[in-house]
């Protein structure tokens, strides 16, 4: 605040630079590191009851009887639900619509059939979480074991046992992408190279498993529910459908949480069935899950099988590609699972220019935990699929796989850059970028010590690889679905600040980058900036934190611009987001108490283009 | 069948009636109220649960309430003195040691097992210590240079204290 006096110009140029870039103690730290934080499973409400589940130990199965007398009669139970107990209580939802997509009923918990190791099949109520445990152990199922699909391959051939019959088929989608023509790009081709691979099923893990707390008050008709979730607005407007009330009596709020990697971006079974419980029983109800129920029914990532071919003339330059994608959904689809290989589809070209591409995807159902958004979500999986057919490529040709990049690469005056798949890669000189990562990392002399050792039966792997990749999920015509992010700074009284934003960290640290962001655009330290996220009663609709996006999309939506308008390039948010709005004097508007940042120009889609579409909401101690 | 237990916890006595079967870690959690100490696997796999138990880092996801009886743990929210964090607290937020946190008070709870025995380890010697505790978010790099930076300031105030005798 001691710059306050200082022309505003000057003030602004020398601010920029003070808090952001700084190395700064994070402010989320002093709680984290003395254990006085609140995961979700450290709650405790008074009459709260425990949750607690009988999961299926087989991947597909009839279930012929449930009994549950005797978990029942446990002296401390309160209640014992299977799927016919839960009237009124909605489906797991899919947020994806695409034609053609066959999406399986997903109940909240399994009616006749089991199609995955761990699917819950009956729910415990109990007064304390060890009777609730004995009580889950004393439910007995018995299933009458059923052909299991577990090979995405297999699973597509006619003679396949089918998980769900009504499709009469395991393939839930086909998706194509095609762009130029393929068919003369192979034909004209002196060398088609090909290759199978498989980017593996694998398990997120975040350090804390999931966990929900849920309390109805009738009289306020208020829902309020704690979840280890890293989207608690789009949380809460699918509780309202899964349970049946207005989304303005839910609130949701997603409080420390223990890492996400993906998995918290979802909607499950057990944030339904909690919420739905607690209004039933007129009681809070917690569920905390255990590293074995986060293993087998909190989503999985990846497991694709690809199929590349790569037209190529001898000189090394790439005529087109044809890439066949199968994709493991799993048994039921969770809230994005069939987008994710729709998200390498759309990355399948990499740093490449590809003049014809033919890209075929089927979803296909097996009896597993669905797959759903984890690290990348599909563009790692793109990145493998290309790099390793370019390396492929590179060895069946005799070429350097570095000179073998270079030659096929855009230029830097062909930017913006379209690529084949769609994508406009607004700018990059890719040739400087590979020769200075070959600089660096001593490529000449790893050849001539790898040569050497083949000499003296020493073998060095040398490996190249280049990436790209689409980030932050805004909106713009290749993502669709994607969000935009709210977010409000709010001058209070006596000159501290609130910072309200639709992110939802969950070890990101945005409470102290938000903080530095905030205290340079004001001139205050980010010590008197108070970073509020999570809780849907206090910050307006978000999307949340996934896709790299919160930290990337903050510049636009949580800055306040100063009344000259002069929110543009020398915005410390937009160095820290290393994306520049072009033209770079955005031209703000005005509109009552809202300013937005718009952008003019060309119309066509940049990387940065979210941040135009960003406000910065000014409460009303404004100081503008 | 119910047994009583005093566990001493961060220098205050805790006494209860409590089922055999119960763990530690639940004792600290549920009846203790303490709630810092984290579970994360329940099977001594990912050490979210790492407190000391006489002085000793043990995974309290694998020890019995009924075998502490008696003696006395230390959780991290007895590791600060007051408004003075622990060197190790300080260390962690200096050097970046966190990122979501879970993991957090049982990387404390070892390190200071590992200080306690050895007070200038090697990064080897950090890295084999925290090898049964799991960190998703950091890769332990930043953790390494958490330990040696409180290694470096217990030193320091070590040698203060011989200086000012």
Redesign the interface.
Known sequence: MAQNGKANGKRKAKLAAVWVGKKL??K???R????????T??L?LPRMLYCAFTRSPMAHAEISAIRTDAARALPGVVGVYTSEDLTGLGMVPCAIQMPGLNVPPHPVLATERVRYLGEPVAAVVAE???TARDAAEMIEVDYEPLPVVVNMEKALEKDSPVIHQHFKTNRAFTHALKNGDIQSAFKKADRVVKQRMVNQRLAP?????RAVLAEYLPGENRLTVWSATQIPHLLRTQISVMVGLPETAVRVIAP????G?GSKLNVYREEGLVPWLAMKLGRPVKW?E??RENITSTIHGRDTINHLELALKKDGKILGLRVRILADMGAYHQLLTPLIPQLTALMQAGCYKIPAIDIGIQGVFTNKMSTDAYRGAGRPEATYNIERIMGVAAHELGMDPAEFRLKNFPQPKEFPFTTVTGLVYDSAKYQESIKRALELSGYDSLRRRQKNGWKNGKYYGVGVSTYVEICAIGPSAATPAGGWESGTVRIEPTGKVTVLTGASP????QETTFAQLIADELGIDPEDVNVIHGDTLAVPYGIGTFGSRATAGLPGHAKAENKDGDAGSSSAGYQASRHHLRPRTPECQRRQEVYFLRRTGDGRVHGAQYSSWIRARIGSHTLL | MQKNVTIHINGQAHRHSVEPRLLLVHFLREVAGLTGTHIGCETSLCGACTVLLDGRAVKSCTVLAVQADGRSVTTVEGLAQGDKLHALQEGFWEEHGLQCGFCTPGMLMCSHDLLAKNPAPTSAEIREAINGNVCRCTGYQNIVAAVKNASRKMAKRVSARAGAR
């Open positions: 103690k994070r989320e730290d002093p984290l590191i003395q254990g006085t934080s609140h995961y499973d450290d405790k304390d979480f060890y893990m975040a350090m804390e498993p420390e949480v223990g890492g990697f905390a255990t590293r969950h070890g990101q640290g």
